[in-house]
């Protein structure tokens, strides 16, 4: 495998290793520097495996972008705003309107799905999946929140975040 093509080991790093890292990452999603930086660790050696380049001299970074990796942060980003997503369309067999506010008024700049913020007072709950999220929600623009397919919500989000 070390030495093999670069689409077939970016396909390997794709099916075996990723899922690994991003298996229920919404529900652990580190929040500290340290462990962000632990996890992001994984995604640039796997940019090094694909490139095949494990000099000092090269910038993971950089490998990173030509190959249009996003970083793992981004993707669970995306992966977190796709959940709420689905919560707030009804797509889970789930009632979360125990957990889930929405904003009292209906303003231009607040989406119809527009949630109130958490006002957490102890830091574990604070990096929990609703309170670290909703914020980012908050700040969809009103059509992008209110697209109706989780599919088509998964582009359009990814594309207004600015990633590959």
């Known amino acids: 495998m070390q030495s093999g093509p670069a689409h077939v080991k970016q396909d390997a790093f794709n099916t075996y290793v990723r899922p690994q890292v991003e298996y229920a990452s919404s529900v652990w999603n580190p929040s500290t520097a340290r462990n962000i930086k632990a996890v992001e660790k994984i995604n640039r050696g796997g940019a090094r495996f694909v490139k095949g380049d494990y000099s000092k001299r090269s910038s993971p970074t950089q490998m990173l972008k ?25 797509k889970f067999n789930v009632n979360f309107d125990h957990i889930l506010q929405p904003f009292a008024s209906n303003t231009r700049s607040h989406h119809r799905a527009y949630q109130n913020n958490f006002q957490p007072r102890v830091e574990a709950y604070k990096n929990s999946f609703f309170p670290r999220i909703v914020p980012d929600w908050n700040r969809l623009p009103p059509d992008l929140a209110d697209t109706k397919e989780p599919k088509n919500f998964r582009k359009d989000v990814t594309a207004h975040l600015k990633l590959h």
């Open 66 to 90: 030509s190959m249009k990796w996003n970083t793992l942060q981004d993707r669970r980003k995306v992966n977190n705003l796709c959940q709420i997503h689905k919560v707030s369309h009804d």
